[in-house]
């Protein structure tokens, strides 16, 4: 599956390990990542392409808060994922 900004995708690997983030950002071989807590859309936590799982869900990031992406993400954990 192609990874591209807005996809939402599951930590494998490092301490954010099973936990859901949004895309924010793609470079070589690396994506940032946001989940609007702990990892804010100003300052998202790059991470290794080979060390996350993309989710089908590709949610548009354009005017997008912290706060909601919190809430659009706990909604998910909640629900247990994909």
């Not at 936590?45 to 997008?64: S, Y």
Request: aromatic residues 6%; positive net charge.
């Amino acid at each position: 599956m192609q990874l591209r900004v807005g996809m939402v995708v599951c930590a494998t690997a490092g301490k954010e390990k099973d936990g859901f983030y949004a895309v924010v950002r793609l470079e070589d071989g690396y994506v940032w990542l946001a989940d609007g807590k702990h990892r804010t859309l100003k300052k998202p936590k790059r991470k290794n392409i080979r060390h996350i799982r993309p989710t089908r869900l590709v949610w548009e990031m354009e005017g997008l808060t912290d706060r909601a992406l919190r809430c659009r993400l706990q909604v998910l954990c909640s629900k247990g994922g994909n």
